[in-house]
């Protein structure tokens, strides 16, 4: 099949961290949270549940972000560049959908020429300082149902969404086809429930499904 929209996950899928679980291992808060992740990633709790959770007790400040911005880009999934040049090769539109924090994802997008206004994620509020105040509570994306509602707002009938979680297969409800992704965790839901699956470590491998 071929789409003229492809919207990607981030965590797990263009990089592979997962950018909160990674905050929370820096403040040493790693393997509790972790888990919350997994399991909302895996479908068995509500996102909206452990979201605003996970912010309280980390508290991200500016700094944080900034740093997490830089991990991303240094933990990039083989062959992203290559997916991404192709696509823009090809005229695709490009969107990146995440539950994550948009001032982290903002520095990879920019390096795959990914306009910030195609970058759909959740915002963080700083003080002066640059502490943590509050994450943007109102975002679908901190929410299950989250990536469905972004993705009917697109209103495209050529769209496909790229990624390894529960979330990311939201896509279907908005009537568009789902790759997943195991080529950083191969997670059992959606290896079932997606349209197309890959579990080549090397991103390229979706490119016969898309162009
Ligand atoms: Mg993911």
């Not at 990914?114 to 509020?125: F, G, K, L, S, W």
């Not at 149902?145 to 979330?167: E, F, R, Y």
């Not at 965790?185 to 699956?197: M, N, P, T």
């Amino acid at each position: 099949m071929s789409f003229q929209v492809v919207c990607f996950d981030c965590d797990s899928t263009l990089s592979k961290i997962e950018g909160i679980d990674e905050l929370a291992r820096r403040v040493g808060l790693g393997e509790e949270l972790a888990k919350l992740t997994d399991a909302a990633m895996n479908g068995e709790v509500a996102l909206e549940e452990i979201y605003g959770k996970r912010l309280e007790l980390i508290k991200p400040n500016r700094a944080a972000l900034d740093w997490l911005g830089e991990f991303y880009i240094s933990e990039l999934v083989d062959g992203v560049a290559d997916v991404f040049a192709e696509l823009h090769k090809h005229n695709k539109t490009i969107h990146i959908i995440s539950g994550g924090l948009l001032p982290a994802i903002l520095p990879l997008a920019k390096l795959l020429n990914v306009p910030a206004e195609n970058v759909h994620a959740v915002d963080v509020y700083f003080a002066e300082n640059g502490d943590y105040l509050d994450y943007e509570t109102k975002s679908p994306l901190a929410k299950n149902g989250g990536k469905a509602a972004i993705i009917k707002s697109l209103n495209s009938t050529s769209l496909v969404m790229i990624g390894d979680g529960k979330t990311d297969l939201e896509a279907q409800q908005a009537g568009a086809k789902v790759i997943g992704f195991g080529g950083v965790v191969d997670r059992k839901l959606v290896h079932e429930k997606a349209d197309f699956f890959v579990v080549n470590s090397n991103l390229t491998a979706v490119l016969p499904h898309i162009i």
